[in-house]
């Protein structure tokens, strides 16, 4: 079964130091990957996707992701970190095109001043 | 703006009721998913249509159901309404096929009573 797990639910950092929200899935075929945001309030943005090619996946607002086979993660990683960025973020799979998404259980990122 | 409409945006219902939400996808997509959003479940998958027709179920009570109709709107129905079902119920969309994200919408907020 697929599953997505995300270490840690909540993460604060300072703002401008850097960014990382860990991702790791199991699947038993190789799956397309994401990572959404939920600002409070609204529903998911599509932040970046990976779905076959580059590992290193660059999204949207300076955020990007790898993707490493071995180590089955999807880690989401920014440089530097605005007080805007400060929301909820979602890892997620799908294990073909037409399959179900399924959704880690979220990240809670804040952003110190 | 994800294109994708929910409404109502606000439901206050007693328990025993039963409730429809609506779901309007985003132009030239054809699927359409429903997840449910509380605190302690995060976000569940509940079922997806693809062009009308069931393509996955996930974690959908009985008391539940959903369609989608030829103009592609989906309508989840929730019967014989709980307490412990008052949640933030999302409806994404999508074009369907290689990996293609989902759009959600700003969901509605069902609160029952």
């Known amino acids: 079964a697929q599953s997505v797990t995300q270490l840690g639910s909540h993460v604060s950092v300072s703002e401008g130091a850097l960014v990382l929200l860990r991702c790791n899935y199991s699947?038993?075929?190789?799956?397309?990957l994401f990572w959404y945001v939920q600002y409070p309030n609204q529903g998911l943005q599509l932040l970046l996707k990976?779905?076959?090619?580059?590992?290193l996946v660059k999204g949207i607002n300076g955020f990007e992701a790898e993707f490493k086979k071995s180590e089955t993660s999807f880690h989401l990683t920014k440089p530097s970190a605005h007080m805007s960025d400060a929301a909820e973020y979602f890892c997620a799979l799908s294990k073909t095109s037409y399959d179900k998404v399924i959704f880690g259980p979220g990240t809670s990122l804040s952003v110190i001043p | 703006d994800s294109g994708v409409t929910q409404t109502p945006k606000h439901l206050i219902t007693a328990t025993g009721q039963r409730v429809t939400l609506r779901c309007s996808p985003r132009?030239?997509?054809?699927?359409v998913y429903w997840y449910q959003q509380s605190l302690d479940q995060g976000l569940q998958f509940l079922i997806q249509?693809?062009?009308?027709?069931?393509?996955a179920k996930g974690n959908i009570l009985e008391r539940f159901s959903a369609q989608q109709f030829p103009d592609l709107h989906s309508e989840l129905n929730l019967s014989s309404l709980e307490l412990g079902d008052s949640a933030l119920y999302f409806c994404?969309?999508?074009?369907?096929?290689?990996?293609?994200?989902?759009?959600f919408g700003n969901g509605t907020r069902l609160t029952v009573t």
């Open positions: 249509y693809y062009n009308g027709e069931e393509r």
């Open positions: 699947s038993s075929v190789p799956p397309y």
């Open positions: 994404a969309s999508s074009v369907g096929p290689l990996g293609s994200p989902l759009h």
């Open positions: 132009s030239g997509d054809l699927s």
């Open positions: 990976y779905t076959t090619g580059a590992t």
